[in-house]
């Protein structure tokens, strides 16, 4: 089957947009990751961050990695203000949701749970909220499936009726140009993606640590 370009639906996208700026729910895993993004469409939409990620480990990881999208988005210019929702803390539903996967190995059926998770609760908020469009920026990362991204994406918000917006932010120089960002405003880059699973990859190889850190 043949994959398709992302970032070529999103180009149409804007471009229909005729000047308007639709609302749009954004996931964000992090801050580093949301840098490209939030800079890049806050062009055309106007923007509320949703910080929802259950799979960070240990709290006070996830309090860290919290605070620093809040500092981002207070430091970034950007053309349409940009809004930030963060749900309460609990470990527990990421848990239940991997529940008899503990064993999969990164990018497995593991990861695939903890998106569907992620981004079904993104979904429904949207639709309580009426957000004109959703998306993560989950798909900038290099080691993120894309095209599995965007497949649970489009189901959920089919189900909810809810625009999703498909993205590959990594295409355009996106993965680079959020590791200049993050430099730029010095954020914490994390080694590892968020879940206990994760670390402990990490921790097994200098060489895995160092591409999970988007």
């Known amino acids: 089957m043949n994959k398709i370009n992302y970032q070529i639906q999103l180009d149409k996208v804007i471009a229909s947009l005729d000047g308007k700026a639709p609302t749009l729910l954004l996931h964000s895993c992090c801050a580093p990751c949301s840098s490209y993004v939030i800079e890049y469409l806050s062009q055309y939409f106007h923007i509320t961050v949703f910080y929802y990620n259950p799979n960070i480990s240990p709290e006070a990881e996830y309090r860290f990695r919290s605070s620093e999208q809040k500092r981002l988005i207070s430091e970034m210019p950007v053309k349409y203000p940009v809004k930030f929702i963060e749900e309460e803390y609990d470990s527990r539903q990421f848990f239940e949701a991997v529940k008899g996967l503990e064993k999969e190995p990164e990018g497995g059926k593991r990861c695939e749970k903890?998106?569907?998770l992620r981004l079904e609760r993104t979904i429904r908020l949207a639709k309580e909220m009426n957000f004109d469009f959703v998306t993560t920026t989950l798909?900038?990362?290099?080691l993120k499936d894309a095209q599995l991204l965007n497949e649970i994406g489009k189901r959920l918000s089919s189900q909810h009726s809810v625009n999703w917006l498909g993205s590959d932010f990594k295409k355009k120089g996106?993965?680079?140009?959020?590791?200049?960002l993050?430099?730029?405003?010095?954020?914490?880059?994390?080694?590892?993606?968020?879940?206990v699973f994760s670390k402990t990859a990490s921790l097994g190889s200098g060489d895995q640590a160092e591409q999970n850190r988007l």
């Open 182 to 195: 993050s430099r730029e405003y010095e954020l914490y880059r994390q080694n590892y993606c968020g879940c």
């Open 139 to 142: 798909t900038i990362s290099p």
């Open 174 to 180: 996106g993965y680079k140009r959020s590791i200049e």
């Open 114 to 116: 903890c998106f569907e």
